[in-house]
């Protein structure tokens, strides 16, 4: 039902309906005049009632009342207007999404589903150097077209597979004692044996590392740097920076270059000439280990944060992989596999040795 509305009456009337209720009667005129007549006295009862008795309609008392009405139905209709659009914000606030949103979803999205859980956030890279990082880029790519690029086209021509596989294991062997060093200082034991397992293994019945039977062996290869070391020590957040020549790093990773310098064997040779030719094939079979990425860069929108971000969230993997003392993290195929994800070692870095020759 309709509630009805509440009237104003004036306060003279007031007594005067009071008294009508109380005595049973009082008379109501016509409904042309709309006039109220006051009741008759106890005694006189039938007598008729004197002409300045009859009181005039309350007119501007009955506006009044029904302009009241109206007002507070307009109150009412506006403060229900009001809670729903509360609750429609309540709604929004909470993240749920509105009808309207379903609906254009359900019409415009044919694989749109409210059931569906969230979309993965990836961590985001930290990169407050990217201005400067996106230079050295540009340059090292440069030099990649123009220089490292057609030497490992040309190199992969003209030597055989079955050499170039000689070639990438005497080079993975030889970062083996430093891979051991490092998993003994991130407290894996179990790992820094099998490393150097697999040094002394492929470095006697390999031939100084041209053939790997230590994975014949079940002896796994893994690659550990002091970089990684420091990660596992308490550096967790690096700034991503990208060295000129060398590639991606992280700040920590540049300070960890020094800490693995001292053991790096190309280092230690003192022909220059023959540390220099080692060198030189060792950056060449890095480069050809990379081909394999190229077609991933090549239609990438933005090949600066592809590179970034690829090369950090693998980093990262490492890092935390290491520190939970587990070796079978959930990764993809190209970030997961260390032969096929190589970084510039430290072997060919310029560092300034820390005993220079006389």
Not at 6 to 20: E, T, V
Request: with cysteine; net charge negative.
């Amino acid at each position: 039902m309709t509630p009805l509305p509440r009237l104003r009456l004036p306060a003279l009337l007031l007594p005067l309906l009071l008294a009508a209720c109380a005595s049973g009667g009082g008379a109501r005129d016509s409904a042309s005049t709309g006039a109220l007549v006051a009741p008759a006295d106890a005694s006189t009862a039938t007598a008729s009632v004197p002409d300045e008795t009859v009181m005039p309609a309350p007119a501007p008392a009955a506006a009044e009342a029904v302009a009241d009405g109206a007002h507070v139905d307009a109150v009412d209709t506006a403060a229900s207007s009001e809670a729903q659009s509360d609750v429609a914000t309540a709604d929004a606030s909470d993240g749920a999404p509105t009808q309207a949103e379903l609906d254009y979803a359900a019409i415009y999205d044919p694989i749109y589903d409210p059931t569906l859980p969230a979309p993965a956030q990836l961590p985001s890279s930290y990169d407050p150097w990217e201005n400067w990082n996106r230079q050295v880029h540009r340059f090292n790519n440069a030099v990649d077209r123009g220089i490292a690029k057609p030497l490992a086209k040309a190199y992969a021509r003209i030597v055989p597979r079955p050499v170039r596989l000689g070639v990438g294991n005497f080079f993975n062997n030889l970062g083996q004692p430093v891979s051991a060093l490092n998993a003994l200082l991130q407290g894996r034991p179990k790992q820094a044996g099998q490393s150097l397992g697999r040094f002394l293994l492929n470095s006697t019945l390999g031939i100084g590392g041209i053939f790997d039977p230590a994975s014949d062996a079940n002896l796994p290869y893994r690659s550990e740097d002091f970089g990684q070391t420091l990660g596992v020590w308490g550096w967790k957040n690096s700034r991503y920076v990208e060295l000129p020549l060398f590639g991606p790093r992280t700040l920590r990773d540049t300070f960890g270059l020094v800490g693995d310098a001292p053991l790096a064997p190309l280092r230690q040779l003192e022909n220059d000439e023959a540390r220099i030719f080692l060198q030189g094939l060792q950056l060449v079979d890095v480069r050809t280990q990379l081909f394999a990425v190229d077609s991933i860069r090549e239609g990438a929108a933005d090949d600066y944060t592809l590179v970034r971000d690829a090369w950090l969230q693998r980093r990262n993997y490492q890092i935390q992989s290491d520190r939970r003392q587990r070796d079978d993290e959930e990764l993809p195929d190209y970030l997961l596999d260390d032969e096929a994800n190589p970084m510039v070692p430290v072997d060919v870095m310029p560092i300034v040795p820390l005993s220079p020759t006389p």
